[in-house]
T-cell receptor, first 115, second 111 residues
């Protein structure tokens, strides 16, 4: 069975600074995807970034980038130039590479961005 | 771009009543997933459908059932509601081997 662990229940960062959210996972699968989802106070689940396990290059989406360490089973999210709108709960999620597999979420990290 | 549509957005029911939640996936997405998110918790997978057939089942109570129709929309039917069923219910849709996109959720309150 796959597990996802987020060891930081809460983080805070000042506007314009950089923050890194940690995520580790456990799996025996070789082909899978990893995701970061953002859940702001509206409770909408928004996809932030995706990483395919077979790709060595770390994914980047504007101010968001990941550090994917496959051997260590680590998948951290770096947010650069933090903005007030980044305040949200962030969930790390794992999905086996199949046409219909479910997402397995970590327990989330609540990020507060201060002015 | 079109997103996943869920209805209703809010629902209040009494214990032992029934509820039906509806989900309309993004056009051309053939896979639908249902998740339940309790207060302060991460989303938990309930059930999924691919091409109108159930593809996977998670921690879904026997009191709940779901199906996907010919137009790919899906309905989650919940009977004999309990206080513990109060949660945010998400529907997500995807293309095969692609990321899942979530709807806005249905907030169910059981009194």
């Amino acid at each position: 069975a796959q597990t996802v662990t987020q060891s930081q229940p809460e983080m805070s960062v000042q506007e314009a600074e950089t923050v890194t959210l940690s995520c580790t996972y456990d799996t025996s699968e070789s082909n899978y995807y990893l995701f970061w989802y953002k859940q702001p106070p509206s409770r909408q689940m928004i996809l932030v970034i995706r990483q395919e396990a077979y790709k060595q290059q770390n994914a980047t989406e504007n101010r968001f980038s990941v550090n994917f360490q496959k051997a260590a089973k680590s998948f951290s999210l770096k947010i650069s130039d933090s903005q007030l709108g980044d305040t949200a709960m962030y969930f790390c999620a794992f999905m086996k590479k199949s046409n219909t597999d479910k997402l397995i979420f970590g327990t989330g990290t609540r990020l507060q961005v201060f002015p | 771009a079109a997103g996943v549509i869920q209805s209703p957005r809010h629902l209040i029911k009494e214990k032992r009543e029934t509820a039906t939640l509806k989900c309309y996936p993004i056009p051309r997405h053939d896979t639908v997933y249902w998740y339940q998110q309790g207060p302060g918790q991460d989303p938990q997978f309930l059930i999924s459908f691919y091409e109108k057939m159930q593809s996977d089942k998670g921690s879904i109570p026997d009191r709940f059932s779901a199906q996907q129709f010919s137009d790919y929309h899906s309905e989650l039917n919940m009977s004999s509601l309990e206080l513990g069923d109060s949660a945010l219910y998400f529907c997500a849709s995807s293309l095969p081997f692609h990321e899942q996109f979530f709807g806005p959720g249905t907030r169910l309150t059981v009194l």
